[in-house]
């Protein structure tokens, strides 16, 4: 079976995508699969490269540059332009492994899905769902799911009355508080503020990245993740700990991310890891979720379990808490990915027979 590797994109979070792409083509087991790498330039460009039945062996060797044909070399890498139904091939799957938006956000997914390629990860309602973090926190709460407290925001609400917004900010939330862009997959525009001034700054800050934005209630918590896998029946991992916020962001630059300071397994009781898969769980089937995830939570000193957000598209480099979480329980990244193939392939199944019947 082919997987074509689909990655790179149009936005900040570009490197992470070649990172991960890099982190999964080291772990197919190609004696199963061959790998066709799709590299969306930054520019939107669709490149194909050579077809892989080994790894690669530098990162660098992805960014691929068109040409008239597919080759891998030392330096250079050159792909064929191509446009995205060129993927509807039989016995192939498409890895849309691309993180941040106009990627994970359901755009990707919902042209393969119109386009009836079978694909890995989660489909275009828990994808749209996941990346906004408004529409996921309305979601959950109407689903009663205990969160942190919150505002949203619009840009045009803003323009018009601020000073109502403000009043609201501080009415309901408790300084500190965290401005967040809406919608964007990483921490651009996330600015922690402790009185109006910095709220004021903050959130014109944060409408440079989005029209909608998130102020929410700052927390006294660990942050503990969990690991999902499956569809209707889920798997999940152990509880990985974040043990340093400051320094740690799932998506930031390379050399930070080797610094990163993960626990896993994270120590929380019995009734903690209860309630966060029992909140998992919820959340997961209300947003039609199918495929893989990270959920995050809060843990405060009262054993207290809050939802931070659910990521349908983590990070797979070795630095990730994702694919750590796995191999701790015994699953490789090879083995993670066979799965995620299994799972593309049945929901693809299901889908095409429910669109006989319809």
């Known amino acids: 079976m082919q997987i074509y590797l689909l990655y790179g994109g149009q936005n900040a979070e570009h490197h992470l995508s070649l990172a991960s792409a890099f982190a999964v083509i080291r772990a197919i087991y190609f004696k199963f699969y061959s790998v066709c790498p799709i590299y969306i330039t930054k520019t939107g460009q669709w490149l194909k490269g050579a077809t892989l039945h080994a790894p690669l062996?530098?990162?660098?060797?992805?960014?691929?540059?068109?040409g008239k044909t597919a080759t891998f070399q030392d330096h250079v890498a050159t792909g064929i332009p191509i446009q995205p139904g060129d993927l509807a091939v039989d016995n192939s799957v498409v890895f849309p492994l691309m993180h941040g938006r106009n990627a994970e956000d359901g755009t990707i997914q919902g042209l393969l899905q119109s386009l009836g390629i079978p694909y890995i990860g989660d489909g275009v309602l828990a994808s749209a769902v996941g990346m906004d973090k408004i529409v996921s926190k309305m979601l959950f709460q109407q689903t009663g799911i205990p969160q942190a407290p919150y505002v949203p925001i619009l840009k045009g609400q803003w323009q018009q009355d601020s000073e109502r917004l403000l009043s609201r900010c501080e009415g309901s939330l408790l300084y500190p508080m965290y401005v967040k862009p809406a919608n964007l997959?990483?921490?651009?525009?996330?600015?922690?503020?402790?009185?109006r001034a910095t709220l004021i700054s903050a959130v014109e800050?944060?409408?440079?990245?989005?029209?909608?934005?998130?102020?929410?209630?700052?927390?006294?918590?660990?942050?503990?993740?969990?690991?999902l896998l499956g569809d209707e029946k889920l798997q999940f991992t152990i509880p990985g700990e974040v043990l340093d916020r400051q320094r740690l962001n799932q998506r930031t630059d390379a050399a930070t991310r080797q610094q990163q300071r993960l626990k896993i397994p994270a120590q929380i009781t019995a009734t903690a890891l209860a309630k966060m898969k029992q909140y998992a769980r919820k959340a997961y089937a209300i947003m039609d979720g199918a495929g893989l995830a990270r959920c995050d939570f809060f843990l405060t000193a009262n054993?207290?379990?809050?939802?931070?957000?659910?990521?349908?598209?983590?990070?797979f480099d070795q630095y990730a808490?994702?694919?750590?979480?796995?191999?701790?329980?015994?699953?490789?990244s090879g083995d993670l990915i066979d799965e995620l193939?299994?799972?593309?392939?049945?929901r693809f199944k299901r889908q095409q027979q429910q669109t006989a019947q319809a």
């Open 57 to 66: 062996a530098t990162a660098a060797q992805l960014r691929l540059q068109a």
């Open 185 to 195: 997959g990483s921490s651009l525009g996330v600015r922690r503020v402790d009185n």
């Open 205 to 227: 800050n944060a409408f440079a990245f989005a029209g909608r934005i998130l102020v929410e209630q700052g927390i006294v918590a660990r942050e503990i993740e969990l690991g």
């Open 303 to 315: 054993d207290d379990v809050l939802l931070n957000e659910i990521n349908t598209m983590p990070v």
């Open 321 to 332: 808490m994702y694919p750590q979480l796995w191999q701790k329980m015994g699953l490789s």
């Open 341 to 346: 193939v299994k799972l593309a392939r049945k």
